[in-house]
């Protein structure tokens, strides 16, 4: 095994992401009537703020983030 760390990121919740929703949800295109999306919709009416959960989701700045992360883990 390497002793080089690596990092998978994935960006699904971004900045943009309430903005995607509410197109995706008019749009219906996606599976079954956009069906994950009007779940989201559902999620984001009730939450203010966003996605998370503090002391365990980071914000990504530059990969220096990751960096600074991967020396607590």
Known sequence: MSS???FFAHFKYH???KDKVSVEVKRKQH???AEEYQKYASMLAEISGGFGEEGLSKRYIDSSSFVQLGSRL
């Open 15 to 17: 900045s943009g992401f």
């Open 4 to 6: 080089q760390k690596a």
């Open 31 to 33: 599976f079954n009537g």
